[in-house]
């Protein structure tokens, strides 16, 4: 049973209530108070205090102190008004049952709503940090978009310098041979002249053909000799010419690799297969625009190349992946299945272009894209050595195999390369 406090002083101003409850003697336990609009509860084991107070007040904002053996309460009024008494008096048992009870509740509500808002606050930080996580890294992948592009300008800057520098090169060589091939003729001529002439000097006529007028003077005899070439050279002497810079145009190349007399009609076949393409490809794409949204979409599409694959149409394989890429030029694996279209299509340089494009795209070499970029360097591997470009097949076959280094029948037939490398350089 608790043994229940009664004694209490109390006063008040407009604003708030001032009490003091005694401690009592020999507590052995803490205190702990229970405070809310209208009801206070003290309990101190054994002992309790409990106030159905008067009018509601601020508890949020009321304090208890312990002073000079007082609990000392400042308890602010919710409505400014002086209260007749500290407690509730005379109330039935009821109504003070139901004034603590919604007390309880109250304070539960409260305190449930507290945790609400402070869960709330703290999804608001956690949001907000990956918010702004997302925004640093894309600002980071922006960054070095940035850089790529900033370096593929520089390269492409380079590149058309060091252009321009060959053919400037190229046109100071060619000036230069000219040149020379003037200055010979030049010589030669001279040799002509001094020869000639000295016959007539003998003492014969100077009807000799061939002998110009004021290189020929009798009169002077020998003497001439000296005369006649100081005259050569006034006369024959060119200006100098001026430097210029002549602008050469290159036959442009479709191919990567070097023109070859022996590999002319195969080009021109592929070509001309290629021209063929393009022309399905722009009937196709005029079909794409009837194509339905979802059908729009580069995974139906390279479903569908991989159908045609399986069936051997590789022409129109080769169509729905070039569709696709337009779709999304990003995707390696439609390089990658193109590029094996092309080997059966004999398209060779095609199959070596897409290849590349694909390893290029499945950069940075990640264990995920391992068998992808073995197919491509194979594939690579497998058009340089059709177009007995050995060395740089077996280059491709050398990476593939250096990725999957236990797979016997690429080292199988990296060796039958190295073989066949072997036996041309020895033929030479
Ligand atoms: C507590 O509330 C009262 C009345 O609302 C106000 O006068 C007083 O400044 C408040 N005190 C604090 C510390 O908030
Ligand atoms: C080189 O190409 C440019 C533009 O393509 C053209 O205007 C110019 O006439 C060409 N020069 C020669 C020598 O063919
Ligand atoms: C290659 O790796 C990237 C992750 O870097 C992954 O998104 C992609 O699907 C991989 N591609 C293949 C073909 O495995
Ligand atoms: C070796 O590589 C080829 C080509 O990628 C592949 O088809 C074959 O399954 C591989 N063999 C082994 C034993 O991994």
């Not at 945790?115 to 949001?127: N, P, Q, R, S, Y």
């Not at 100077?206 to 003497?223: L, W």
Request: with cysteine; net charge positive; charged share 35%.
């Amino acid at each position: 049973m608790p043994v229940w406090l009664r004694q209490y002083r109390w006063r008040q101003s407009a604003a708030a209530v001032f009490v003091w409850l005694p401690l009592p003697p020999r507590r052995a336990t803490a205190a702990s108070i229970f405070c809310t609009e209208r009801y206070l509860k003290v309990s101190i084991p054994p002992f309790l205090f409990e106030a159905v107070l008067y009018a509601p007040i601020d508890d949020t904002n009321s304090t208890a102190k312990i002073e000079d053996g007082n609990i000392f309460f400042t308890l602010y009024k919710k409505e400014m008004g002086m209260w007749d008494s500290l407690m509730i008096e005379n109330a039935d048992k009821e109504k003070l049952q139901y004034l603590r009870e919604n007390a309880i509740l109250k304070a539960q509500e409260k305190a449930k709503e507290e945790a609400e808002a402070k869960k709330v606050t703290k999804e608001e930080h956690k949001k907000y940090a990956l918010e702004a996580t997302m925004k640093l890294e894309e600002a980071e992948r922006k960054r070095i978009e940035n850089l790529k592009e900033q370096e593929r300008q520089k390269v492409t800057r380079e590149l058309e310098l060091w252009k321009n520098e060959q053919t400037y090169i190229e046109g100071q060589k060619r000036i230069q041979r000219e040149e020379k091939l003037h200055q010979e003729q030049l010589k030669e001529k001279k040799k002509e002249k001094i020869t000639k002439p000295m016959i007539p000097n003998e003492g014969t006529s100077k009807t000799n053909e061939g002998t110009s007028k004021t290189t020929v003077k009798p009169t002077k005899g020998r003497g001439s000799k000296s005369i006649f070439s100081e005259n050569l050279k006034e006369e024959q002497l060119p200006a100098p010419r001026s430097a210029g810079t002549i602008k050469v145009n290159f036959t442009s190349r479709v191919f990567p690799t070097a023109l070859r007399e022996s590999r002319v009609a195969e080009e021109e076949e592929w070509l001309h297969k290629q021209a063929e393409a393009r022309r399905t490809i722009n009937a196709d794409f005029a079909e794409l625009e009837d194509l339905k949204e979802e059908e729009k979409n580069p995974d139906w599409l390279k479903d569908k190349g991989n159908k045609m694959f399986a069936t051997g149409n590789y022409l129109a394989a080769v169509n729905a992946y070039n569709l696709a890429v337009r779709l999304n030029n990003k995707l390696p694996v439609l390089y990658l299945n193109r590029a094996a279209c092309h080997l059966k299509l004999r398209n060779l340089h095609k199959a070596i272009e897409d290849s590349s494009k694909a390893l290029e795209l499945l950069t940075p070499p990640v264990p995920d894209n391992e068998s992808a970029r073995v197919k491509a360097h194979l594939r690579r591997g497998t058009a340089f050595c059709e177009l007995e470009l050995y060395a740089e097949g077996l280059q491709d076959y050398e990476a593939a195999l250096k990725i999957d280094p236990k797979n016997s029948t690429i080292e199988k037939d990296a060796e039958e390369i190295r073989r066949i490398i072997q036996g041309t350089s020895q033929d030479v």
